[in-house]
């Protein structure tokens, strides 16, 4: 019985591309390329009201969060100025000495 290698010449090329084409659809879409459709051009997807808004919506509280981070940031800065200045580890020296004598 003779062996016959004509299913597989066209199955196994036909498998390789279709898997070759969806690990690179995935890659693309991991790393943020746009799709394309089969002349090369790119495919954007569809976009309706209630989603541009909620995208508006979404980027002025980003804006609104980046802000009092900034605030957040710059307190955070004045109390590691406070904290590390000489003075207030020498206030706190002198509290725990008086603490010292009332208790004896």
């Known amino acids: 019985m003779p062996f016959d290698l004509s299913p597989a010449m066209i199955g196994v090329p036909a498998i390789a591309i279709t898997v070759g084409w969806v690990v690179n659809t995935w890659l693309r ?3 943020g390329y746009p799709l394309e459709n089969s002349w090369g051009k790119p495919v954007y997807p569809k976009t309706s009201s ?4 909620r ?3 979404l980027s002025q509280e980003n804006a609104q969060l980046r802000a009092e981070l900034g605030s957040v940031k710059d307190r955070l800065g004045n109390v590691e100025r406070i904290v590390t200045d000489s003075g207030y ?4 020296q002198i509290e725990a000495l008086r603490s010292e004598g009332r208790a004896q």
């Open 29 to 31: 879409v991991r790393h």
């Open 50 to 53: 209630a989603e541009l808004e």
């Open 55 to 57: 995208i508006a919506l």
């Open 89 to 92: 580890a020498l206030t706190h």
